[in-house]
């Protein structure tokens, strides 16, 4: 008896969908915006979300994808230490020498707005407190995107 099928794991649905991880280290940061806007897809037009990728230090990309849905224009510090400790000790255990890519989504965004630059700044500065090197910050908005910084 296959335990798949008797425990439904096997049923089509939602996660037929996922986009399939790269097969090569991410490089540079066109490839990483690449890899950010088939991740994010339609939800590019949704409300402002955080979506983080762990990468090791090759530039392999983790199964670890993180999106934040929801997130406030002005970011808490605090709150922001507190999910970039949960990924650094992900890539201590993990990938270590790796890095974090960001991207700061809302659908009227996807350039160098407030609330991007706002955003990439605590962001850069909670890893920075935690000694996790960023590799990539970019823009995702409806109609355009963008890197921010490496």
Not at 11 to 21: C, M, Q, R, S, T
Not at 35 to 60: K, N
Not at 100 to 127: I, M, P, Q, Y
Request: proline share 9%.
């Amino acid at each position: 008896m296959d335990i798949h099928d008797s425990a439904g794991w096997a049923a089509p649905g939602p996660d037929d969908d996922l986009p399939v991880l790269p097969d090569h280290p991410l490089r540079d940061e066109d490839d990483i915006l690449a890899v950010m806007l088939s991740l994010v897809g339609p939800e590019r037009a949704g409300p402002p979300a955080l979506w983080l990728v762990l990468l090791d230090a090759e530039g392999m990309m983790l199964p670890v994808v993180l999106p934040l849905v929801g997130i406030p224009l002005q970011p808490d510090l605090g709150q922001v230490r507190q999910v970039v400790v949960a990924m650094a000790d992900i890539l201590a255990h993990d990938a270590p020498g790796g890095s974090l890519a960001a991207a700061l989504v809302r659908a009227a965004g996807g350039d160098r707005g407030s609330f991007e630059r706002t955003w990439e700044h605590v962001l850069r500065t909670a890893a920075a407190d935690r000694g996790v090197r960023v590799s990539a910050v970019v823009a995702v908005g409806e109609h355009r995107a963008r890197v921010l910084g490496t």
